[in-house]
């Protein structure tokens, strides 16, 4: 367990607490939303820490947070139709899910081996001064564990995640209280998939209509089709070895023909969640028949690691 320590905000605790981001250690800080638990989104291992604190199910793409809209160009493709909604409603609670960049340099883990990213320019002082003294975006979903009531207040942090983050700024109570709108801009027709304080008819006035992926649609949000984002190469789930012309994913020591990986050598989950994405991506190559993975311990980060696995080797479509 991690000592937590509550910081009231000042220059001083600005700085450490951007020092321990830096590091590799998770910090909560207010927005004008809610609490946020935050970690360098350009870390694997940090935003595998997120997903180990909250005890998260799956692996839901994550906000990466920026100081500036021209932060947030560094990482994603932003069409006329984004730029605007930018202009108009950044900093504030408003999110982005725009197509990644190729040089973006934040965590396939952090967008769920998605090839679009969710961003975000925070109004709040303290989450804009943080974000700025640390230098890096900042993923960060609600400070809480997974299906709790989201915190707006150091308090509600502190009673939710004692012991899992290194520092909590408080800045007192949040003044909207609701997590961000996510507007999909990805694609074709722009499409709320999380509602908040940012509305459609605050939307359309500027890029049209606004579509709403509500329950049962197409497409709810990144991460819910049963088959998503697979590799191109069919996925064998739970094998102890490689069949002929696959390339085989261990956890633990491994052995298998060459270019197999593990995802961990000491069987940490931590380090194998962080690494997850990144190998399924490296084994996708030209020549092989498949990718067979070992098995994954059902507990703690492997239940979210299995999760991805079933939908990465699940029937295409």
């Excluded at 207040?153 to 997590?179: F, K, N, W, Y």
């Excluded at 006035?205 to 089709?225: F, Q, R, Y």
Aim: net charge negative; charged share 20%; glycine share 10%.
């Amino acid at each position: 367990m991690t000592e937590t320590r509550i910081l009231k905000p000042s220059d001083d605790a600005i700085r450490e607490a951007a020092d321990a981001l830096r590091r590799g250690e998770l910090v909560a800080f207010p927005t004008e939303t809610v609490y946020g638990l935050g970690g360098d989104a350009t870390d694997d291992r940090a935003v595998a820490k997120i997903f180990e604190a909250k005890a998260r199910p799956s692996f839901n793409p994550l906000i990466s947070h920026l100081p500036d809209p021209e932060s947030a160009f560094d990482h994603g493709m932003f069409d006329d139709r984004a730029r605007m909604v930018a202009k108009a409603f950044w900093p504030g609670p408003l999110t982005l899910v725009v197509p990644r960049r190729n040089d973006c340099r934040i965590s396939l883990l952090a967008s769920a081996g998605l090839d679009t990213v969710a961003l975000r320019v925070p109004s709040h002082p303290i989450a804009s001064a943080l974000l700025a003294a640390t230098g890096r975006p900042i993923a960060a979903p609600s400070a809480n564990p997974s299906g709790r009531v989201s915190p707006t207040t150091a308090e509600h942090v502190q009673a939710g995640l004692s012991g899992r983050v290194s520092i909590i700024l408080d800045g007192g109570p949040c003044s909207v209280g609701l997590e961000s709108t996510v507007l999909d801009l990805s694609g074709g027709a722009p499409t709320i998939l999380r509602p908040g304080a940012v509305t459609a008819d605050m939307l359309e006035p500027l890029i049209g209509p606004v579509g709403s992926a509500g329950h049962g649609a197409k497409i709810a949000a990144p991460g819910m089709l049963e088959s998503h984002y697979a590799p191109a190469l069919p996925v064998r789930l739970d094998a102890t070895a490689p069949e002929p012309g696959e390339l085989f994913l261990g956890f633990g020591a491994v052995s298998g023909p060459a270019g197999s990986e593990t995802l961990s050598a000491r069987g940490d989950l931590t380090e194998a969640a962080a690494r997850l994405f990144a190998l399924l991506r490296s084994l996708d190559r030209p020549g092989a028949t498949g990718i067979a993975v070992a098995p994954i311990p059902e507990t703690g980060l492997g239940i979210a690691i299995n999760d991805r696995l079933r939908r990465a080797a699940a029937p295409r479509a």
